[in-house]
């Protein structure tokens, strides 16, 4: 998992200017695929707490999920979840239980946002949202 960064790294100011230096979303699709793919999965990045922190936007899960990684360093408040359920998908580990849950306040550019998520251990990304 990449490692959360400090988000004034990224952008330049000339003249008043916000000039950024990382592209926003990234699509990686096959050529051969294109017509079978059902869902996008978009890569990017985004800014929690002024920290600078992987995100996975998947058109085919229902489901959104922070890392665990993301809650401790960032230190934030979880609350229990109220119907602890198992997934198998997210690791290599098998199972796991999902029994915590967080608020997570993110921006991409001027998109700004708030999301209840799942809490997991994850190593593909910090946060992986699904459709709403």
């Not at 996008?40 to 920290?51: A, E, G, Q, V, Y």
Request: hydrophobic share 35%; glycine share 4%.
């Amino acid at each position: 998992m990449p490692p959360l960064e400090d988000a004034s790294d990224l952008k330049y100011v000339v003249d008043d200017k916000v000039l950024v230096i990382r592209r926003s979303f990234n699509v990686q699709t096959k050529k051969e695929d294109v017509e079978k793919q059902r869902e996008n999965i978009f890569h990017t990045r985004c800014l929690i707490n002024d920290k600078v922190c992987s995100m996975i936007i998947d058109s085919g899960s229902y489901t959104n999920v922070a890392s665990v990684t993301l809650v401790r360093k960032l230190g934030l408040n979880t609350i229990r979840y109220e119907r602890p359920y198992q997934l198998q998908w997210l690791n290599e580990c098998g199972v796991v239980r999902v029994n915590r849950q967080v608020m997570i306040s993110f921006s991409v550019g001027k998109y700004k946002d708030e999301v209840l998520c799942n809490v997991v251990p994850m190593h593909a990304t910090h946060l992986l949202l699904g459709r709403p």
